[in-house]
């Protein structure tokens, strides 16, 4: 694979004319070029960067220069017919993910046009599409000051998959755990104890079978609170997803409440239950503090659940909350999905689960109780309220959310 960087500052691809990958071009695996743009200028002041056409701040990289560079490093379809292909930097690019470093991996010339200041006029990126296959790639959703540092990590991304780099044999490894879509495991080393830490005693027992299922429940676990987009969302039997609220959800989520709270405030006796008077602003405003999980029919918002850690004395507690199902689908077995939905998203630390319901709403208890939950008489709750607790159970470490 040969690899070409073109930069207005070229010293950010040092590294890779060292040691690096150094290994690799020894064996003749890779070859490394970096061109400074500003050797394809023409003038006195080696200019690259122009004014905005319609008005604007800052200042844009001018078409010439990088012209002349694609003249340059472009080359025609090799024998196996495949083409340079050119990677533009860009925060509005297609995001950069393991998928594309395996496809960038598998081509031959990789030209990485890295701009500066506000980018680089459009013109330059539908000329290279005309005579290489062009590729815009963010590293990310945030904002570096140019294209090097995301063209050096993708870098790194891509080569590390070359045969022969790095001794591949880790890679195997690698790739059949990748496979299973989760966040990796904690890993541990000697010593056993290190500053008051202990190394997990599941890993010291030589129990393999046990290993590894402590291994496969601490990456799911950390896979729910890091990344739950990474997770197969949780389904309803007939395949209906129950998915993460958005601000959007508000003014749909303010009518079901006000649905069920009608409801509730009926079977309870009571018409003052302080939910039932929200406005829009109170449920943006609670959306933004608990996480909240929606499902919708057909495009309806008909159920949704909310959950949040609260400290408590004995340990953090899951509080789980409002609880809500459209009053045409109620008892239909909603409740219940939701209710273990939020349960089984609740952050590991969490001891227990606490949940309040009105004291005369018996068909909700009995629903508690089936999952679990019990009465606790012994704790204060609202007036005309009843709380419900259930332990959470968990196994594994006392894995901390600090450690997770
Ligand atoms: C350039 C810039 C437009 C900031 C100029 C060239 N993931 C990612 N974040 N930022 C970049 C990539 C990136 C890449 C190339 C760049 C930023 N800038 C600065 C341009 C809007 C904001």
Redesign the pocket.
Known sequence: MRLDYVSIFPDFFAPLTLSLPGKAAEKGLLEVGVHDLRGWTHDRHHTVDDTPYGGGAGMVMKPEPWGDALDALVVPPTTTGQRTTVV??????EP?DQRLAEELATREHLVFA???????DQRVIDHARTVAEVREV??????????EV?ALAITEAVVRLLPGFMGNAASLVEESHAESGLLEYPVYTKPPVWRGHEVPAVLRSGDHAKVASWRREQAVRRTAQRRPDLLTPSVLDDGTPIVRATPGDAGELLTLQRACWVQEALANDMLDIPALHESLEDVRAWLGEWDTYVVRRAGRLVAAVRGRVERGEHGDVWDIGRIMVAPDLQGSGLGRILLEHIQAVAPAEVASYVLFTGAASVRNQRMYKKAGFRLRRDLPAPPGAVVLTKNAARHGTDTRRGDL
Not at 138 to 147: A, I
């Open positions: 533009f930097t860009t925060p509005s690019g950069f890295c701009g500066r200041y506000e980018g680089i963010s590293l990310g959703d945030y904002v570096l000051n140019g294209g995301a």
